[in-house]
């Protein structure tokens, strides 16, 4: 299970990696915004997207809306962990086609179970 | 700002009064015939007009000067100039606060990582000790077997003593490092007051413009689209959103938005 975190901060990033890895998640990837993440995206091998919303370059949504719109990664994961707040933005990220939403501040249980569930719908 | 009597909305009084008095002396001159002494009228109230839109554009430049030279922020004492010499405006200072957050998270996380293996190391190290000590008191240990364990029980006893120092060092460690609150709050404090000052001056400046616009007889046409903001989800992010508990349109934590979720069908 090859994971990428696309974050602007690395501290989160770090963060994410760490409690990924404490969820048994040891291969990832980072990048640091969404016209970062795309290239790496597209050369393949990623199970599953991490990705914030605001970000310089191209934001998580953006990143969103071009992964669906990529044969090869249009059903790629996608848990959005993100500041953004607004239910109208939940609820176009929604639209976008994420199969998970976390709002920072968080708890490592929450990013547990997010990461559980998505599995689990995609496995049944 | 010194425009304490230039209330909002409202023309300098003296102008105001030269307005009034001269626009009647006209209506009276038109309705005499005198038209002679009209156009002087005519021109004198132009004359009027030019020097009080002169006062205003002067006026505003000079306040639009004072906001930006008030921008900057005079040292008090030698501590504070020592701090500014390093961060000379407030993007500098903001990108401190940055620089002092990221730093104290790394340094944390830093700790944590080294601390975890050890804290697992003890962990299966003591279990593993359990397992051997209950098969001793099963006695279904051999005698040199038992020496062994008891050499490595002394081992253990020692490595528990030097990694719980480390331990407790990185702990003390990573208490110090949240001083960063401290520091950047300060720093943010000032920010946000020099925002604020910075705010009354621009709001100073708004008025006082629109005082020119008013002799000038301006009407500025605002686009719709800049009088309405896009009120759909844009592709850029906003960050985190303040108050959030006492706002209708933003989710106050996971369960909002996993109730939110859960009503589209997720």
Known sequence: MKILIVDDFSTMRRIIKNLLRDLGFTNTDEADDGKTALPMLKGGGYDFLVTDWNMP?????E???????DDNL?????????????????????????NGYVVKPFTAAVLKEKIEKIFERIDS | MGNGNHEKGQLDPEFEAQLKSQAEELKQQVDAGDYAAAMRSINDLNDVRDQSLYREVGRLT?????????FQIDPQNAEQREALSKMT????????VVEMT???????????????????????????????????????MSADEFRELSRRVEHFFASVSTESETIYGSLSEILLAQDFQDLTGQVIQKVTTLVKEVEEHLLHLVVMASHVDQMTGTDHQLDDSEKTPDKKASGKGEGPQLNAEEREDVVSGQDDVDDLLSSLGF
Do not use: C
């Open chain 2, 102 to 140: 990221d730093s104290a998270a790394n340094r944390t996380m830093d700790l944590v990582e080294e601390a975890m293996p050890k804290t697992n190391a003890l962990k299966e190290e003591a279990g593993h000790l359990l397992s051997e000590w209950q098969r001793f008191r099963r006695r279904e």
């Open chain 2, 62 to 70: 000079r306040s639009l000067h004072e906001a930006i030279r008030n």
């Open chain 1, 57 to 61: 370059g191209m934001s998580g949504l």
């Open chain 2, 89 to 96: 405006d407030a993007s500098d200072r903001l990108s401190y």
């Open chain 1, 74 to 98: 249009k059903t790629l994961p996608v848990l959005m962990v993100t500041a953004e707040a607004k239910r109208d933005q939940i609820v176009a990220a929604a639209q976008a086609g994420v």
């Open chain 1, 63 to 69: 990143l969103l809306n071009e992964v669906r719109a």
